[in-house]
């Protein structure tokens, strides 16, 4: 097993380290920690608590992975922290467990970039493939797609949940859920139309894109009820997998209301 480990990082007894580890000078690795192979920590890292770090993760300098929650409720409990394969954790990231008011722990995919500045709060869970720009931060419970792209400075208020394939604009404030492929903007963040950009990037067909406009169109611009409109969608794109997509993440709403258009 072939680790690389500076002589001024600090692990504690208990830990788990891979084959092909490095760690950077001045790290400190906790006793419940878990790194996988070929991760690797730049200076000054601190990995905390029960902590288990994918393989071929890179963590860069004064990150602070895996330390209590900021939840007043918080009392110690061991929830834990599971980070997935092949991310990219920039300066400054904090990211925190879980807590017994939830499932006990904070859940993030594989292949995500989380720039400067990034938080994410207890008990959210992310999906492969996310990124989240400089600052950008995550209120306790959050959910997040895959494939999602949440702008620098933007703010996620708990609970809430932003499907897959969406864009959250640079310095949105986020209060209402956030449909797949749908894109935000705003001080108050409101549904700005899709996300054809990221939709374009994963190589759609025309006529996938074209079956989402339509269906966009009659959810959010159509005459009668959210819910009536929510139904005719339905009927009208019975096989298509994205517009499902769609339909059942609005159904599935719980303490907030779905994100709309802005009525200014």
Do not use: W
Not at 50 to 59: A, D, L, P, W
Not at 126 to 153: K, P, R
Not at 226 to 247: G, M, Q, S, T
Request: net charge negative; with cysteine.
């Amino acid at each position: 097993m072939t680790q690389t480990i500076h002589p001024t990082a600090i692990i504690d007894d208990g830990a788990t380290i891979g084959e092909n580890v490095s760690i950077g000078p001045y790290s400190i690795v906790g006793s419940n920690v878990t790194l996988g192979n070929n991760v690797k920590l730049h200076a000054h890292v601190v990995v905390a608590g029960h902590t288990s770090v994918g393989s071929g993760t890179e963590i860069f300098p004064f990150a602070a992975i895996g330390t209590a929650p900021q939840d007043l409720k918080y009392s110690g409990e061991p929830s834990r922290l599971i980070i997935g394969e092949n991310n990219k954790i920039r300066e400054h990231v904090t990211m925190h467990p879980g807590t017994q008011s939830d499932a006990m722990e904070t859940r993030i995919g594989d292949n995500g970039l989380f720039m400067v500045g990034v938080h994410v709060a207890h008990d959210c869970v992310i999906g492969n493939n996310v990124i989240m720009a400089n600052n950008a931060t995550l209120g306790g419970h959050v959910h997040v797609g895959q494939y999602s792209v949440i702008g620098g400075l933007a703010a996620v208020h708990q609970f809430i949940r932003i499907g897959e394939y969406a864009m959250i604009g640079g310095m949105s404030g986020v209060e209402s859920d956030v449909i797949p492929f749908g894109r935000v903007k705003g001080e108050r963040a409101s549904l700005a139309g899709l996300n054809l950009v990221g939709i374009d990037r994963q190589n759609y067909s025309k006529e996938d894109t074209r079956n989402l406009q339509k269906a966009f169109k009659t959810l959010f611009y159509g005459d009668g009820t959210f819910n009536e409109r929510l139904e005719r969608v339905e009927a009208a794109f019975p096989d298509n997998d994205n517009v499902k997509a769609i339909v059942e993440f609005s159904r599935n709403k719980d303490r907030f209301p779905i994100c709309q258009p802005s009525t200014k």
